[in-house]
């Protein structure tokens, strides 16, 4: 670890450096494989609102070589039930307030039992976790899409897939290790894996809202402002509702972003336009595209400012990435 003092993530008050977040990770860890006898490819689901608790639980599944599951505390407890039901999942890390969504016959595991005293200050059995074999063609995590069809997909993304797409978006320049960025996605979107998981493998500090912030927004760029954030990734709608916040409290501009990355919904010239208003010189606004089989995004465009344009392109390929363009046959065809 190079910078063990260096701040990992921080909600509010509460905060970790990265030689904390490691031991806590490692705690979790060990409690995962002597209690629960977690196995490398166990599918482990976590049912959580943001917060510490939240990133110690999805990197100490990583470390054990578990599958990482969110589950949104927002859903009704049948739809729970159905997923750790779909994924055989032997069991869900929970927290106090979301223990309640799950009956007895689902073995769970409250996280915030890592800051008692008796569990905090276990030993931290190296030897133990380094015996763990994570290849890179294992499963990182699965993230459900919506569900309209009436059944939720599942989809499994390797271990490959996550750093490949990480890495590519780090050559870029979209984040680095000099970045703060902020966590807002909901645990339901699989962006938010990259928020938390990319942030932390390329050395950034993650900024955590609680939970609900993002619809506070007078919270939301405070936040911002206060803490320097310089990487914003968010969806369209979001960035409409935030300038509209933005113009109605005569707030200037958002001088701390470097790179804001919209994506998930089609974007319009007039909302970017309208954004590099409130932006500095020196800060880009990123279109990225990609559903959630590709591993988050998979083309990306810078958009430049006051680009005469009728709509905003996808972009290319990032870097380890191909796109082919198919016909409704399926076959792979070129446009002229």
């Known amino acids: 670890m190079k910078h063990p003092q260096k701040l990992a993530v921080e909600l509010d008050e509460q905060s970790l450096t990265y030689a904390e977040l490691l031991y806590y990770v490692q705690v979790l860890s060990l409690i995962l494989l ?45 739809r729970l039930h159905a997923l ?11 927290q106090h307030s979301t223990t309640v969504k799950f009956s007895s016959e689902i073995v769970s595991c409250n996280i915030d039992l890592i800051w008692t005293i008796g569990l905090s200050n276990r030993s931290i059995i190296i030897d133990r976790l380094s015996d763990i074999v994570v290849a890179v063609d294992n499963i990182a995590y699965i993230v459900f899409n919506s569900g309209l069809t009436g059944t939720s997909k599942g989809v499994q993304i390797r271990h490959r897939n996550l750093l490949s797409c990480i890495h590519s978006l780090v050559r870029w320049h979209l984040f ?8 807002m996605a909901s645990c339901s979107y699989d962006v938010h894996t990259q928020e938390i998981i990319g942030a932390l493998i390329t050395g950034s500090t993650i900024i955590m809202l609680r ?13 911002l402002t206060e803490k320097q954030v310089s990487y914003l ?64 995004d998979c083309t990306g465009y810078v958009i ?26 399926v076959q792979s065809s070129v446009i002229g």
Not at 49 to 65: C, D, F, K, N, Q
Not at 84 to 94: E, H, N
Not at 212 to 218: T, Y
Not at 304 to 319: A, D, K, T, V, Y
């Open 304 to 329: 430049g400012r006051n680009q005469n344009m009728i709509s905003i392109p996808i972009g290319r390929p990032l870097p380890n990435y191909r796109c082919i363009t198919m016909n409704e046959y």
């Open 233 to 296: 990734q968010c969806v369209p709608a979001y960035v409409s509702i935030l300038l509209e916040f933005l113009q109605s409290h005569n707030i200037p501009n958002l001088s701390s972003l470097r790179n804001v990355d919209i994506g998930g919904e089609t974007s319009t010239v007039q909302l970017i336009d309208k954004l590099y208003t409130y932006l500095l010189q020196d800060c880009s606004v990123w279109n990225t595209y990609g559903p959630a089989e590709t591993t988050v």
């Open 84 to 94: 750790t039901q779909q994924t055989q999942s032997r069991l869900v890390l929970v």
């Open 34 to 78: 002597n209690e629960y006898y977690v196995l490398p490819g166990d599918v482990i689901c976590q049912c959580v609102e943001r917060s510490l608790s939240m990133v110690i639980g999805i990197m100490a599944i990583e470390m054990v070589g578990g599958v990482y599951c969110p589950l949104s505390p927002r859903d009704p407890q049948r």
């Open 176 to 183: 680095t290790n000099k970045d703060t960025m902020i966590q």
């Open 211 to 223: 939970p609900q912030g993002n619809m506070d927004l007078e919270y939301m760029t405070k936040t």
